[in-house]
């Protein structure tokens, strides 16, 4: 893995379009597999499916990566997704804070990605009504500051 395979990988994600996800052959293995909090696929095919629900789903998405450490064939990307929710759900803008661990085959293309977020935290929470629960479920299992 070279640290052109992860500035090709950043590159992409901070300029992602839907005219991209045609292309995501180029930086994924064939049978590469994702996972994230709501997913888990394998091969670019279905990947692609998981790109192409996010744009009807959410408008204006955008990545910033962050950071990146890299050691072999292994990258860590620390990134922020930034998004509106499509209607009925809150406008405005919203963020979700995570973070990708990649590995790359020998051509230099991603073989494993795994995303890391609190779907909790950074997505339901957002939400309307069950925000409330989600909330309050996280209050009840904080540790208490107060003795």
């Known amino acids: ?17 839907s ?13 590469a597999f994702f996972k994230d909090p709501f997913n888990e696929v394998r091969g670019v095919p279905a990947i692609a499916r998981i790109f ?6 959410v408008d204006a998405p ?3 990566v962050r950071e990146t450490v890299a050691q072999g064939d292994s990258a860590f990307l ?8 499509r209607r009925p759900l ?6 979700i804070r995570g973070c990708s661990h990649l590995r790359f ?18 997505l339901y929470e957002q939400l309307p009504a069950i925000g ?10 904080a540790v208490s500051q107060h003795r």
């Open 62 to 64: 955008r990545f910033k």
């Open 19 to 31: 005219a991209d996800i045609a292309r995501l052959g180029e930086l994924y293995a064939a049978d």
């Open 105 to 122: 085959d020998a051509d230099g293309r991603v073989a494993f990605h795994r995303d890391y977020w609190d779907a909790a935290e950074e």
């Open 1 to 17: 893995m070279t640290t052109q395979s992860v500035a090709r990988v950043v590159a992409f994600y901070e300029s992602i379009s």
């Open 132 to 141: 409330v629960l989600m909330r309050w479920l996280r209050r009840r299992g």
């Open 90 to 95: 809150p406008a405005g803008p919203r963020r």
């Open 52 to 57: 192409e629900h996010m744009f009807v789903q």
């Open 78 to 85: 620390v990134w922020d997704f930034e998004f509106a929710f």
